[in-house]
């Protein structure tokens, strides 16, 4: 199975901030992965598809890039809604559907 | 309104069962793959089970092969999850999630969930 990484695990940034966070993936997914963004209480929201393709209605100030191992979710400019926890997933090898272990974005 | 809702969940003795419902509205729920989610108190998302459009292919993670069994009724527009032998690691809430995506698949629209306890 493959195993998906994230860095940090936790972060704490202001208002305004770029924040990046990192997704690997144990072995090459080609651009298979996908980020997730859940609020406390709530189910995930699908942000990013195909490693950089933006879901219809998420804001232009997330997106992603990377292929193969290495990847990358950027928030341009953090607003107070996006404190929440990020997961990145991998759909090129299933099942199963493997979900990193998630990075938590909270207020500085 | 694309829609998924959850229902089903509660608290359940260890050993014991249970079956949890998602009810779709809302768009072509035959046309897609369906997938359960899950997610312990406090920890990350953990796919469950898969389920292609027509049932004929179903998937399961290890931790509950042999123990859960989905399906689906197209006529009713309902996603199921049949568990048994629960143990209390199955404790968590579980989603439903619409599987799309035509090359790059990801699961876009998402349940509420329904929280399942397992305990005596």
């Known amino acids: 199975d493959i195993q998906m990484t994230q860095s940090p695990s936790s972060l704490s940034a202001s208002v305004g901030d770029r924040v990046t966070i990192t997704c690997r993936a144990s072995q090459s997914i080609s651009s298979y992965l996908n980020w997730y963004q859940q609020k406390p209480g709530k189910a995930p929201k699908l942000l990013i598809y195909?490693?950089?393709s933006l879901q219809s209605g998420v804001p232009s100030r997330f997106s992603g890039s990377g292929s193969g191992t290495d990847f990358t979710l950027t928030i341009s400019s953090l607003q107070p809604e996006d404190f929440a926890t990020y997961y990145c997933?991998?759909?090129?090898?299933?099942?199963?559907?493997?979900f990193g272990p998630g990075t938590k974005v909270d207020i500085k | 309104e694309v829609q998924l809702v959850e229902s089903g969940g509660g608290l359940v003795k260890p050993g014991g069962s249970l079956r949890l419902s998602c009810a779709a509205s809302?768009?072509?729920?035959?046309?897609?793959?369906m997938n359960w989610v899950r997610q312990a108190p406090g920890k990350g998302l953990e796919w469950v089970s898969s389920i292609s459009s027509s049932s004929s292919y179903i998937y399961y993670a290890d931790s509950v092969k042999g123990r859960f069994t989905i399906s689906r009724d197209n006529a009713k527009n309902s996603l199921y999850l049949q568990m048994n032998s629960l143990r209390a690691e199955d404790t968590a809430v579980y989603y439903c999630?619409?599987?799309?995506?035509?090359?790059?698949?990801?699961?876009?629209?998402w349940g509420k969930g329904t929280t399942v306890t397992v305990s005596s």
């Open positions: 997933q991998q759909s090129y090898s299933t099942p199963p559907e493997t």
């Open positions: 809302g768009f072509t729920f035959s046309s897609y793959s």
């Open positions: 999630a619409r599987r799309a995506g035509a090359r790059y698949y990801y699961m876009d629209v």
């Open positions: 195909a490693a950089s």
